[in-house]
Every structure is written in C-alpha cells, then in structure tokens.
C-alpha cells in the first residue's frame, strides 16, 4: 500500500508541478474518500505545539491524511481526535480518527506512513528510532535530542534508513531567513567574522509541592528514561479544565533541565541552525567554547537564566550567544552585517518575547545587500513551496528528495548548543573536536554528552537491544 500510494503522488506530482502539488490537488482527482492516495500520518504528542503548529500545518496538506493521534494524556487524545475530525469536516471529510495512549501499538500499523513527533525533548530521540525501524518517515519537533550521543544515534539510523525526514526548524522555509543566509554565504557583507545569536531566558520559580498524579495521565511512561520525580502540575503541562487555555500555557517541563536544557537548545536549536546555514559550517561545529550562566538555586526550575556564550570555528568566525541580544542572528562581514528574526511573529501566544524587539525581519547594514540576485554559479539554498515547512515535509515524502533539513544538519546545530550548554555548566573554556564529537582531554565535560537512562525506557538501552 505504501509503494503504490507513493507511486500515484509521484506521478500526479510529475504533471502538477514538484513544488504545487501537494496544495494543489483537485478533489475530484484524488477524492476524500480515497485514503490509498494519501499519506497516511500518525500525531504522537498532542499539546501545545502539536496543537499550534504541527497538526494545523499538517491538516492542511491535500496529500496527506492525519489518521490517527497519540498522547500519554487521555484528555488530550480525545481532545485532538475531535479537532482533527472537525477539521476535516469543515473540507466535507469524513474520518473516524484512531486514538493511542502508547506510539508503540501505533507504529505497528502496516497503513501508517508518517510519524510527527511533538513531544517534550526527553522524548524525541527514541521515537524517532522506533519509527525509523518501523518504516516510517520522520517529521519531529526541535532539538533532535537531549544528549548529543542520542542525536549522533537519530542521525546515522535515519540516513541509514533512507528515511524522509524533516524536523520543526521552520525557519528553513522562512524566506527572510534563506535570504539572509544566501547574502551571507556569498560574500555580500564581505569575510565573515562574526555571528550574534540572541535568545530570551525562561523564568525561575515552579511549585515544588507533590501533587497526585491525574487519573486521565501515564506519568511513569511521561518520565520515560529521565530519573522518578514526585508529580507536579508545573513538572509537566497545564491541566486546566479551559481546553484554550489548556493548550495555551507554556509547559514547566521546558523549565526543568531533566526534560529540556533550556533556551539554549530551545531557541539555540533554531537560530543557531540559521548561523551554520549563514556560516557553511552546517555539517561541523565548534572547535572551542566557552561560556557563563546564572542557574536558579530554588524552586522546580532549574535550567539557565542569563548566560554568554562565545564559540570559535575552523573557519576563523566567531558564534556569540547572548540573551541581551535582539532575538535572532546578526551576521557581520568585513563590509556589513545582515540580521534576520522572526520579528514579531510567535509559533504560540506563550513565546517568550526578545527584550529588544525589533520591527524588521530582515536588515543589512545597507539595503542594497539584500536586493542583488544572485548569480547562476553562486550557491542557491533549498526553497520549501510556498515557504511552507510542513508542506516542504510532505514534499520530500512524495519525490523521495532531501527536505528543508537533513537530520545531520539538525544534529550538528543541536550539537554545538549542547557544547555550549557544558560550558555554561562548567563554567570554563574547552576544546572541542567536531569530528570526533568529544571534548579534549576533558573527562568531565565528556561525561555530560550522554544521561544514564531509567529502564525500561531510553533510545540508546531500545538501540542496543533491537539495532
């Protein structure tokens, strides 16, 4: 079934047009009622950027079919079996949605052909590899990983597998941010010294009082292999009884660094993606670090407040990450400098916003470096249609070709936030070796690219039974 609705996109997609089709198909051609001619897509993670940035951009898609949903928090899959059957109903489809409390029995399903990913960071990297060696093509919210052991394992098993992949780094289908990087990349600002990377900071605080676990949650299987820790309202995600606001609220987890390490890799892993595009280091990293950070010593809260970080590459540039910074990327060449951001634009009403905010999206030290076209022999960055990341995915899953992102592109820019993330922790200068992915005569900082994993959960434990 896979082969055969892949060869009916393909062909339809030969006659439409690669970058068109997939919006753009007529329904009497392929018919709602013709799932064999859809991709068929499981959601597993239905929260708050599942609900606001990954399901609608997937719904949207013509080629593709959401199928089924999945989330450890049983409020949360009816509420998504509900929306999603409604949005197909307003287009006058009809689709009974199936609903999982654990991916594993959904990826067992011979119809599924796609996975999206939208869970908290502790749980990126071994859905992803379950999915891989189910079959499955990829489409996994950022950073890839907790650890850079777990990304370095996403990246080889899913090249391994030749498997469709792109991750939720939407500004590689932004045109502002391409732009930016084009100009960068071909010399219009000159020798490239310097990239400015600004991100904001999350709160301190957190209630550390042990609350009972909801009945409508599988909390163990929501811990998976980071260590037992008492339940928490603010530990885990929003249970308010407003369905709005219930999806709405930035979750606590994004605040503990036993789920996610923070701003670093939060934002780092996105605009720090866009430095490596600017800079062509995309499928390398550091070659030194060295950083400082304020960490909060009381509450649930634990990961990064303030910090400065500075990283040396092979290529003489500088990468800068600051959170005094405007949100976003300066590039500065020997004969101008480019910023790029998302200006005001946030993927949910929770974003934290820059302490600076700036009106223009893209900028140069002169306007005109932004309005040469480029020539034929300079170098011309993937163009997802329509500037759309998702649609760029379903894209890659048709043609077979590479999408925005590959997922050693997505490693390599989660990577180099880790490294910073060690030397925030450490607070001291490293050596840092990219192609070895180790730390230089530095047991201690080498320690921190790995976390031991709590049975019977992990992706390097779940890699080293079934790999």
């Known amino acids: 079934m896979q082969a055969s609705r892949r060869d009916f996109l393909k062909a339809s997609l030969a006659g439409a047009g690669a970058l068109a089709f997939p919006n753009l198909i007529p329904a009497r051609v392929l018919g709602d009622d013709a799932p064999s001619k859809k991709i068929n897509i499981l959601q597993i993670g239905c929260g708050r950027i599942g609900r606001s940035m990954d399901m609608p951009g997937i719904l949207k898609q013509n080629a593709a079919r959401m199928i089924a949903v999945c989330d450890l928090d049983s409020i949360r899959v009816k509420d998504a079996k509900q929306y999603v059957e409604e949005t197909y109903a307003k287009k006058n489809i009809t689709l009974d949605v199936a609903t999982y409390g ?12 796609a996975v999206a990913i939208s869970l908290p960071d502790h749980w990126h990297a071994q859905p992803v590899i379950e999915a ?5 093509d990829i489409y996994v919210q950022k950073p890839l990983a907790m650890t850079l052991v777990e990304g370095r394992a996403v990246s080889d098993i899913v090249r391994k597998h030749k498997r469709a992949f792109q991750i939720g780094s939407q500004q590689r289908s932004a045109a502002n941010f391409r732009t930016a990087c084009e100009m960068a990349r071909n010399g219009r600002i000159g020798k ?3 990239v400015k990377v600004g991100l904001p900071t999350d709160p301190s605080g957190g209630s550390t009082a042990v609350m009972p676990v909801p009945s409508n949650l599988n909390y163990d299987m929501w811990l998976g292999p980071t260590p037992l820790a008492p339940y928490n309202e603010d530990r885990v995600h929003s249970q308010n009884a407003n369905s709005k606001k219930r999806y709405a609220d930035r979750p606590g987890w994004l605040r503990i660094d036993s789920y996610c390490l923070g701003m670093i890799t939060g934002w780092g892993a996105h605009h720090v993606d866009i430095a490596h595009w600017g800079m062509g280091t995309e499928l390398t990293g550091p070659i030194s670090v060295e950083g400082k950070a304020e960490f909060p ?3 649930l809260w634990n990961v990064h407040g303030p910090y400065h970080i500075e990283m040396q590459y092979a290529n003489g540039a500088t990468v800068i990450i600051d959170n005094t910074f405007p949100t976003g990327v300066r590039f500065e060449g020997s004969d101008g400098w480019i910023f790029v951001t998302r200006g005001p634009e946030k993927v949910t009403a929770s974003d934290p916003a820059s302490k600076k905010a700036l009106s223009k999206s893209l900028d140069a ?3 005109d470096i932004l309005k040469t076209p480029l020539g034929k022999n300079e170098i011309h960055f993937h163009m997802s249609p329509k500037n759309d990341h998702h649609l760029d995915w379903v894209t890659s899953m048709i043609t077979r070709k590479p999408g925005a992102t590959s997922p050693e592109q997505a490693h390599r820019s989660n990577s180099a936030c880790i490294v910073g993330w060690i030397a925030m922790k450490l607070g001291r200068k490293l050596q840092w070796d990219p192609k070895a992915e180790q730390f230089v005569g530095d047991d201690a900082a080498n320690a921190l690219l790995s976390r031991a994993e709590r049975a019977p959960y992990g992706a390097m434990s779940f890699l080293k039974k079934n790999a």
């Open 192 to 194: 490239l010294h310097t």
């Open 297 to 299: 010593k009381e509450g």
């Open 365 to 367: 030290s002169n306007p």
């Open 132 to 136: 891989v060696l189910a079959g499955k």
């Open 102 to 113: 654990d991916y594993r029995e959904a990826l067992q399903r011979k119809d599924i052909d």
